[in-house]
């Protein structure tokens, strides 16, 4: 069974810091990985899909990386900014699996 | 539709009581899956659909959870004689396809309050 893990589970950084979350996961055998966004009260919107034969995505200020090997994907976010506040989780499709296991998300704070 | 849609977007009921919820999902998109997410807690899985195949139940955390889907579109997920525990959000989400590089889509989610 696929667990995944998100560390820390709350961050707190001033604006311009650019800062990493991190997602693990014990099954090395995934499909993709995927990092969302939750802002409270809301769905999740898609931030960044990574297939398993890639390294790494980048949108904007955002890139995310893939280590199958270690079972780690990380979320970098350069120069962080107030509108940055939210949860982030990532949801990892194991191959032979349809079914994407989120973690329990880390929750940003950016303050001015 | 531009994405996907949620109904009601908050619902409270009495314990005891039945409630549907409802999502429509993106034009086109094949995958539908539904999730519960509880406070504090991560995202469950609760079931999947894929075009006319026979979905994934195997989220469904009792049998008094049920879900359908008509004609390859529209959802409802129904919570039968609810229970206080059964309070979360459920999310509903598409994809075009089940496998490959699809990005899953949410709706904003049904927030269910059981008294």
């Known amino acids: 069974k696929q667990e995944v893990t998100q560390i820390p589970a709350a961050l707190s950084v001033p604006e311009g810091e650019n800062l990493v979350l991190n997602c693990s996961f014990t099954d090395s055998a995934i499909y993709n990985l995927q990092w969302f966004r939750q802002d409270p009260g809301k769905g999740l919107t898609s931030l960044l899909l990574?297939?398993?034969?890639?390294r790494e995505q980048t949108s904007g200020r955002l890139n995310a990386s893939l280590d199958k090997s270690s079972g780690r994907s990380t979320l970098y976010i350069a120069a962080s900014q107030p509108g940055d506040s939210a949860t982030y989780l990532c949801a990892v499709k194991r191959g032979g699996s349809y079914i994407p296991t989120f973690g329990r998300g880390t929750s940003l704070i950016v303050h001015p | 539709g531009a994405g996907v849609s949620q109904s009601p977007s908050n619902k409270v009921t009495e314990k005891g009581k039945d409630v549907e919820l409802r999502c429509d999902p993106i034009s086109g998109h094949t995958a539908l899956y539904w999730y519960r997410q509880s406070l504090g807690q991560g995202l469950e899985f609760l079931i999947y659909f894929q075009g006319n195949s026979a979905p994934d139940k195997s989220g469904l955390p009792s049998d008094r959870f049920s879900a359908e889907r008509t004609g390859g579109s529209v959802s409802t997920l129904t919570i039968q004689r609810t229970q206080q525990e059964d309070s979360a959000v459920y999310l509903c989400a598409s994809s075009p396809q089940l496998g490959g590089a699809n990005v899953l889509t949410f709706g904003a989610g049904s927030r269910l309050t059981v008294l």
């Open positions: 990574i297939q398993s034969s890639q």
